[in-house]
């Protein structure tokens, strides 16, 4: 009896513990997953990668990330997705055309809550390798914890 009391102990902690620890980890890799979707959007635009599905006709400006949080007023410009997405688009023609390239939502339970609205969307150029909305700092909030992305006037990103 007192043994499988303590088992029932000890399997009790390891899964409280087993919990904690996933529900962090989902947390850091949606931080992990951000801070490539930005890197990617920097690499195309220094690279003039141009989509097959994107900018079709057109000259390709540059690539922009934009941020679609319940803090920063709602859905993304150009789909009909919820709040908590970020998009890539590829900027095409005068800069006004935006084509979609990808769309990914965060986790269940994981939130962008910045209020710095000069991040809300971070434009690489390919021409001049300009880029807008940064330096500035995102912060993802789940499951009590917080990991925040740190970008410098390069657009290179930290995670802290």
């Given at each position: 009896m007192v043994v499988f009391s303590l088992v029932a102990i000890v399997s009790g902690i390891g899964l409280a513990s087993f919990v904690s620890y996933?529900?962090?980890?989902t947390l850091t890799q949606a931080a992990y997953d951000f801070k490539l979707t930005i890197e990617v959007a920097k690499f195309n635009a220094l690279s003039s990668?141009?989509?097959?599905s994107s900018c079709s006709g057109d000259s390709l400006v540059?690539?922009?990330?934009v941020l679609c949080a319940k803090s920063l007023g709602?859905?993304?410009p150009g789909s009909n997705a919820p709040s908590n997405f970020y998009e890539i688009y590829a900027v095409?023609?005068?800069g006004l055309d935006n084509?979609?390239?990808?769309?990914?939502?965060?986790p269940d339970n994981v939130s962008i809550v910045t209020n710095d609205t000069d991040c809300t969307e971070?434009?690489?150029d390919s021409l001049s390798n300009y880029i807008t909305g940064v330096p500035c700092s995102i912060?993802?909030?789940?499951?009590?914890?917080?990991?925040?992305?740190?970008?410098?006037s390069g657009g290179n990103v930290a995670i802290n």
């Open positions: 996933s529900r962090k980890q990668i141009k989509q097959s540059g690539y922009k990330v709602g859905t993304c095409c023609g005068s084509s979609l390239v990808s769309s990914k939502k965060l971070i434009k690489f912060k993802l909030q789940g499951y009590g914890a917080t990991q925040t992305l740190s970008l410098d």
